[in-house]
């Protein structure tokens, strides 16, 4: 069992940045993949980023070029920096381990 506890979301104007951190309470050394999902009100939670074991990563289509994910196995840690940020990226935010442990979630909210 991985627990999995996100922080670093709050409430930013339009352009600005934030960075999410998702801390592990075991080691992700034996984690093949790692990533990131948001969920907006009424809507469906939808991928936003992963990063594999071996560094690989893919974003969507939506994020990118603005967000990047990095992992760092040593800390048990993964990271999501969020530049350039929109209203339209205004959701919950949740890391996920191998597709079947989820954090709480933060909040992340982008003003006008």
């Known amino acids: 069992q991985v627990q999995l506890v996100e922080s670093g979301g709050g409430l930013v104007q339009a352009g600005g940045s934030l960075r999410l951190s998702c801390a592990a309470s075991?080691?992700?050394?034996?984690?093949?993949?790692m990533g990131w999902y948001r969920q907006a009100p009424g809507k469906q939670r939808e991928l936003v980023a992963v990063?594999?074991?071996?560094?690989?990563?893919n974003y969507a289509d939506s994020v990118k070029g603005r967000f990047t994910i990095s992992r760092d196995n040593a800390r048990n840690t993964v990271y999501l920096q969020m530049n350039s940020l929109k209203p339209e990226d205004t959701a919950v935010y949740y890391c996920?381990?191998?597709?079947?442990?989820w954090g709480q979630g933060t909040q992340v909210t982008v003003s006008s």
């Open positions: 996920n381990a191998d597709d079947i442990h």
């Open positions: 990063c594999t074991f071996g560094g690989s990563t």
């Open positions: 075991t080691s992700i050394f034996s984690i093949t993949y």
